[in-house]
């Protein structure tokens, strides 16, 4: 079901003027864009407020702001939220669901390409051992766990932004890298499972694809394997109401998505057979996703700083990317990208 003709209208207005502002933005230095200090002074709460007039568009602008980023428009700079949707190549391919970037997923999970390049990498990837400390000297680099140590001619440093910024570096980092982890918070989002005997909900018609603005979920979809054996919807706790439920039980949350879903598919929904979630802000080694955020001044400001090596340290992961920042294509990318560096300078 689409929206109304006056809306349908003001939404197209939208997603031109979005198209209209991407396409000023470099991907690979969007601090340079012809008004990038201009858009980095606000908040994408205040463009909304100011260029968005539909209060329908505005809502849906919001929701595609804290589905896309975990967080509340008010956090997030124009300029980021500009340069993450260049790096997806559009706001109609970041939030579609056909041929984009919501419409596919990997049968048995993403976990499975982590786990097979670790078996391929055998005794070189070692686990539960956190790094608390990166040294490097003229020669090279000494990293340092609670377990042991390693000695290498140069490091990637690969987890997000303010997970990099809890190792310990001697000597210290540039002060402006040093900053830019400070300043790039995580978003907040939970993800969740909710599983049935059956996908119900096709019996009546229903895809169960939701879109919602009450609280704590904004929607969720219809996951259910291709043979239909078992119900399963997945969905998402994200912004600040992600920020409201961490790291409380999770039957608590179990019984509010549980709600949300007989309020929308009816009172079969419950009774589901299982529930499970990830809580992504209590993770001591994530403390939230899908990525760093950055708010008003930190791109222009330190914006150069978040792909730049310092001496024999190297920057990787999905928010280092010019493409799909946020995305595992994003991380890929980036892990090429900071290869390459490392052997550019001969090891």
Same mark, same amino acid.
């Given at each position: ?116 390049? $670790? ?14 400390? /990166? ?20 490091? /990637? ?7 990099? $910024?809890?190792?310990?570096? =001697? ?46 979920? =904004? ?7 291709? =043979?239909?054996?078992? $119900? ?44 499970? =979630? ?12 899908? $990525? ?20 024999? /340290? ?34």
């Amino acid at each position: 079901m689409g929206l109304p003709p006056a809306e349908e209208a003001a939404s197209g207005r939208f997603f031109e003027k979005v198209r209209g502002l991407v396409a000023q933005v470099p991907p690979e230095a969007p601090w340079t864009a012809p008004h990038a200090r201009e858009w980095d002074r606000i908040t994408m709460d205040e463009w909304i407020r100011a260029e968005v007039p539909d209060p329908v568009i505005q809502n849906l602008a919001r929701l595609m702001v804290r589905g896309l980023f975990t967080v509340q428009p008010e956090e997030l700079s124009l300029l980021f939220f500009l340069y993450y949707v260049r790096s997806g190549n559009s706001l109609e391919e970041l939030w579609g669901e056909a041929d984009a970037a919501q419409a596919f997923h990997v049968p048995g999970s993403m976990h499975q390409l982590a786990g097979r390049l $670790g078996a391929e990498l055998h005794d070189s990837l070692v686990l539960e051992s956190p790094v608390n400390s /990166i040294e490097q000297d003229a020669d090279g680099v000494t990293v340092t766990s609670a377990s042991r140590r390693w000695r290498a001619a140069r490091a /990637i440093v690969t987890v997000p932004l303010p997970l990099a $910024g809890r190792i310990r570096y =001697d000597p210290a980092l540039p002060a402006r890298r040093d900053a830019l982890m400070q300043r790039s918070p995580m978003g907040a989002v939970i993800k969740y499972w909710v599983a049935y005997r059956e996908p119900f909900w096709r019996r009546r018609g229903l895809n169960a694809m939701t879109t919602t603005d009450k609280p704590p979920t =904004d929607g969720f979809f219809d996951a259910s394997p291709p =043979d239909a054996s078992v $119900g399963l919807l997945v969905g998402f706790i994200e912004a600040r109401s992600a920020l409201e439920w961490t790291g409380r039980p999770m039957e608590e949350r179990r019984a509010a998505i549980v709600a949300r879903v007989v309020d929308f598919l009816g009172k079969e929904g419950a009774d589901p057979i299982d529930y499970l =979630d990830n809580d992504w802000p209590s993770e001591p080694w994530t403390r939230g996703c899908y $990525g760093a955020n950055m708010g008003p001044g930190t791109l222009t400001t330190l914006g150069p700083a978040l792909r730049e090596p310092c001496g024999r /340290i190297h920057w990787a992961g999905t928010e280092t990317s010019p493409a799909w920042s946020g995305y595992i294509e994003g991380a890929i990318r980036s892990g090429e990208r900071a290869a390459a560096e490392v052997l550019a300078r001969g090891i």
